[in-house]
């Protein structure tokens, strides 16, 4: 199991069965460029593998120009 903290709307979910960073995304429809992944303060890539009891931040980026 994995805990997810969507940002900025600080929402926290439990996912299952993902193993990739991409996977998260995937699961939350968001492509690789639309959010920064960070565990433990570390920006994780789409290709980082993750590990069961992991606890990660998905902050969804705008662009506002």
């Not at 639309?34 to 931040?57: C, F, H, K, Q, Y």
């Amino acid at each position: 199991m994995i805990t997810v903290t969507l940002e900025p709307d600080n929402e926290v979910v439990e996912l299952h069965g993902v193993k990739t960073v991409l996977a998260v995304l995937n699961r939350f429809k968001l492509r690789p460029t639309m959010a920064i992944v960070a565990r433990s303060g570390e920006l994780l890539t789409p290709d980082r593998r993750l590990n069961p009891g992991d606890a990660i931040m998905v902050r969804k980026v705008t662009s506002a120009g």
